[in-house]
């Protein structure tokens, strides 16, 4: 337990009461920017009626009021409804999801109300609100300081400079939203908040830097884009067509209108965005929050995962184990530290350390200081000055004021930069170093301590420069998780490398990674090795090594670039403040959601809410049954299009007896089947069983590539060949043109009805897939049949879609030739998989 030392700083320090938070609230607002203060269902509204589909569907609405087809025009007006209806169901969805993301996301800050010290989401501040800041926050609000601590912080984004820049209640005490804690820790009271702020009056709000559109969404724009372009130019030439056979005009117009729905994809970019949505949605029920939807997509592709050791693979439960005194030469179990010699590494250590300790390894020093010294001087000491960490390896160093009289002096870090600084002789460093390996070889943490020797103001502006006296070494355990190693078989299985890359010594890295099952007898490069390579060598070595030691920022940023010019999707895990630009230079930035910083947090992708990586796996898998569910969603679109625009086109370019088989009508019926069918029945679909043991995809592979499209493409043409069959067959058996229609739309809907189905997996047979549990299906489907029964046999409903009943053998028919224009690909399905298992006898 913390002396009051510790935890009473600010004791003195009562903050707003409830009352006065509620009327600065209502007074002064909340902590946020404005964004567009139009009303969001406004926005939405626009946006729908803007739609393509919109507006194709109000222009047919136009024309048949203007033909007088009174009944026609209401249903486009229906149509128009329960399109527009669908778009902003899907639409809030998706925004109501995104908008739980923003919120679970949001940085937190910590405050003092009514005398406790809590946690508030950053928007709840208020002004007047007491808040507190120390090294690795990001500053909330601006704020006037009240009380510091060697207190310094990087406003590089308001001033372009990145120096620290030391603040104080005396000289200069405004810090401002935004900006970044550098060392020492603040009391400050806020001064500004939202748009009234340094940063929200210069208008460099985070929040409304847009985000760049991924490699799939500029893939579905061009596509979409070709597609409205394509449907354009056919609806003139149908149009055309049609104006010069018959010469009348409006009617013309329907049937090119007809070919321009048809031919619109509109479906993809609504699915899209569904997926991404509801899929960052249901990762947070796996305690994994990504910050932007989007990146849902990158996380079925990650193929390294690069992890630091402590609190990722470790349990980042330090406990102080050994002492070795370098007085005496001895290497002591912590319980035999009694003696003043191990007692002053104790006293060094803790000194060393944060006067309020949150990191695991400085809290653990301080409970075995408290355990072990009799003499506590904690309640007699007052920092005066902090050498905030710093070199390579490491070293950070506090000045005490001691009695108010007495200079107390002491520095931690890596042990080879203390003693460096304490000039140790060389035969005692080859001992250290015997030591040392003893201990890191069995799995522990390594610090050096020391005290200046006659401390005097003025102190040296370097820490390195005052007269050091190495007190010893303090040895630190750090057990890996329990669940560790099953972890990183799941990883391996699902085709992922891992790269442990730690600032700890090499022989702890081996000696966990030994524990862990990652691996031993490895090579190993440290920081230093890894900043002397070239690119090219940096890049070799990246391929073949799994762990990295002793790193540093630098140096962790250049193996992610040479991973990423690999072409590999690299994952990287962080929590510290100097992790940012490797969380930026990874396609995938994770963040601990409790032991990382707020810095480390805010430049990650993706935050592990209780720190278990095991749930990073669980996003591995989401993130790709993602993929695979969006990849059958669009296939499904592309094939299922294909067959109604060259039925709507080839009989009246070819000039068949019924050139216009399909009205606006049909298609818009087929479009409310098509759209939920996508967008809800393949977004629910289960992840399939054999995911996690495939490699991750290429970066480069696309859901638009000639491989993927060719497959819709046959699929769609096997379709169009079965409904032309049919429309052939029908008109020579001398069947009216509403019959010829009807056929032609009951294959149509068969075909759809076992594309949706056969397309629930890429290889596994539709025996299998039907036991696949997602209850959208047969719902959806058994919709679809009931409204086609009531177009063909119900009066008013066949009158409107132009149809004949039809008896049991005609639909017979239809199903027959349905079902083999979709059912082919099933043979496929078990030619591929015969092939592929025989191939892998073949390689075993």
């Known amino acids: 337990m913390m002396s009051e030392y510790n935890t009473g700083i600010f004791k003195d320090y009562d903050g707003l009461s409830r009352q006065e938070i509620a009327e600065s609230r209502k007074r002064h607002g909340r902590n946020s920017f404005t964004e567009d203060k139009s009303p969001f269902l406004v926005r939405l509204i626009v946006e729908v009626v803007t739609e393509p589909m919109f507006i194709l569907l109000l222009v047919a609405c136009g024309i048949y009021l203007i033909l007088g087809e009174w009944t026609e025009g209401m249903i486009m007006v229906v149509a128009l409804i329960l399109v527009s209806g669908i778009s902003i169901y899907q639409t809030v969805r998706s925004k109501n999801a995104t908008k739980a993301l923003h919120v679970l996301s949001q940085a937190r800050a910590k405050v003092i109300r009514d005398g406790q010290q809590t946690e508030v989401r950053q928007e709840d501040l208020v002004m007047a609100d007491l808040i507190i800041v120390e090294e690795g926050d990001l500053i909330p609000s601006d704020a006037e300081t009240l009380k510091c601590h060697d207190f310094s912080v990087n406003e590089s984004i308001l001033t372009g400079e990145a120096y620290p820049v030391i603040k104080n209640p005396e000289t200069d005490n405004q810090i401002s939203l935004g900006t970044q804690v550098v060392s020492g820790y603040a009391l400050a009271k806020v001064s500004a908040i939202g748009d009234k702020t340094r940063v929200g009056k210069l208008g460099i709000s985070m929040q409304q830097i847009k985000k760049a559109k991924t490699q799939l969404q500029r893939q579905i724009d061009r596509f979409v884009k070709s597609m409205a372009l394509f449907g354009l130019v056919a609806f003139v030439i149908v149009w055309l067509i049609n104006y010069i056979s018959s010469g009348a005009l409006y009617q013309s117009l329907l049937h090119g209108l007809t070919l321009a729905m048809s031919a619109l994809p509109e479906e993809i970019p609504v699915a899209f965005s569904t997926f991404m949505a509801l899929g960052a949605w249901r990762l947070i029920k796996k305690q994994v929050l990504t910050k932007q939807p989007q990146t849902v997509e990158s996380l079925g592709a990650a193929s390294v995962i690069c992890l630091d050791k402590t609190g990722t693979i470790t349990e980042n439960k330090m406990k102080v184990e050994k002492i070795y005194v370098h007085q005496t030469s001895t290497l002591l179990d912590l319980d035999l530290c009694r003696d003043e010699a191990s007692s002053q590494v104790l006293l060094d250590a803790m000194l060393a350390s944060e006067v309020q300790p949150f990191d695991p390894m400085e809290i653990a020093i301080h409970e075995a ?333 696309t859901l638009f590539s000639w491989r993927e499209l060719s497959i819709s493409i046959f699929q769609g043409m096997f379709i169009t060949l079965a409904i032309l069959l049919i429309y052939q067959w029908s008109v020579h058996q001398g069947h009216s043109e509403n019959t010829v229609r009807t056929l032609a739309f009951t294959t149509l809907i068969f075909a759809n009805i076992f594309l949706t189905l056969t397309n629930r997996s890429f290889d596994k047979s539709i025996f299998q897939t039907i036991k696949y549990k997602n209850p959208l299906i047969p719902i959806i489907l058994l919709i679809t049949v009931i409204v086609w029964l009531g177009s063909i046999y119900v009066g008013g409903l066949k009158a409107l879609f132009q149809f004949d009943s039809i008896n049991f053998s005609l639909i017979l028919y239809c199903l027959l030739i349905g079902a083999l224009a979709v059912f082919w690909i099933e043979l496929v399905k078990v030619y591929v998989n015969r092939h592929a298992t025989q191939l892998k006898v073949e390689i075993d």
Not at 422 to 436: F, H, K, S, T
Not at 545 to 571: S, Y
Not at 642 to 660: E, F
């Open 369 to 701: 200081y408290e355990n072990q010294v009799s003499d506590d001087i904690r309640p007699f000491v007052n920092m005066y000055h902090e050498y905030p960490l710093a070199g390579r390896p490491p070293m950070m160093t506090h000045v005490y004021r001691y009695n108010n009289n007495e200079t107390i002096v002491a520095c931690k870090g890596g042990w080879e930069k203390i003693v460096k600084v304490c000039q140790v002789p060389d035969d005692q460093i080859r001992q250290l170093e015997m030591v040392v390996a003893q201990l890191a070889g069995a799995g522990m943490r390594i610090l050096g301590t020391a005290h200046a020797i006659s401390p005097s103001d003025p102190f040296p502006e370097k820490q390195e420069d005052f007269v050091w006296e190495f007190s010893g070494l303090i040895a630190l355990s750090d057990p890996p998780k329990d669940n560790i190693s099953r972890v990183f078989n799941q990883f391996k299985q699902a085709g992922i490398k891992i790269k442990m890359i730690t600032g700890d010594y090499p022989e702890t890295a081996m000696a966990i990674a030994r524990q862990t099952g990652l691996g031993e007898g490895q090579k190993i490069y440290s920081g230093h090795q890894v900043m002397q390579m070239t690119d090219q060598e940096v890049s070799d070595a990246v391929g073949s090594t799994q762990i990295f030691a002793r790193m540093f920022p630098e140096a962790k940023l250049k193996v992610i670039n040479a991973l990423k010019q690999l072409g590999e999707v690299v994952a990287m895990t962080g929590d510290g403040v100097n992790d940012g630009p490797a969380l930026k230079a990874a396609e995938i930035g994770i963040a601990m959601g409790k032991k990382g910083t707020e810095i480390a947090r805010q430049a990650a992708d993706i935050i592990l809410v209780d720190d278990n990586l095991e749930h990073m796996v669980e996003a591995i898998e989401a993130g790709r049954k993602i993929y695979y569910n969006l990849k059958k969603a669009f296939r499904y679109i592309i094939s299922i299009h294909i067959p109604i625009i060259m039925v709507v086109t080839l009989p009246l370019l070819l000039g068949w007896k019924y050139p216009n088989i399909f009205s606006p009508i049909h298609v818009i019926f087929l479009e409310l089947i098509m759209g939920p069918t996508c967008s809800i029945i393949y977004e629910n679909e289960p992840v399939e069983s054999h995911i996690m043991t495939q490699k991750p995809r290429k970066p480069a592979e």
